[in-house]
């Protein structure tokens, strides 16, 4: 079982700037890729970004540019540095965490609450 836990959000005017993190525990060996997705009222939830076990990253094409994720030092870390942000881009943001084997699990976080104000 992995635990994901994410945190940093808040209230930000248009063209500022957060850090989400995102904190998993548990059995974090065989962790293959961290997600950042978000998810507004009456929308799909959606990928923003993405970083494998090997640092590739991936990016939806309305981030590129202004957000940037990453790890950190310790392995069970990542972040989503936000820039110039948008009102559109209030939403609940979620942290997934993918393990590899035959059937690979996801786990979810709680997710944290993203609101910019115009």
């Known amino acids: 079982q992995v635990q994901v836990a994410e945190s940093g959000g808040g209230l930000v005017q248009a063209g500022g700037s957060l850090r989400l993190s995102c904190a998993a525990t548990?059995?974090?060996?065989?962790?293959?890729?961290w997600g950042w997705y978000r998810q507004s009222p009456g929308k799909q939830r959606e990928l923003v970004a993405s970083i494998s076990s090997s640092g590739s990253t991936n990016y939806a094409d309305s981030v590129k540019g202004r957000f940037t994720i990453s790890r950190g030092d310790a392995k069970n870390t990542v972040y989503l540095q936000m820039n110039s942000l948008k009102p559109e881009e209030t939403a609940v943001y979620y942290c997934n965490v993918r393990r590899g084997g035959f059937t690979p699990q996801d786990y979810w976080g709680r997710g944290t609450q993203v609101t910019v104000s115009s």
């Open positions: 548990g059995a974090i060996f065989s962790i293959t890729n």
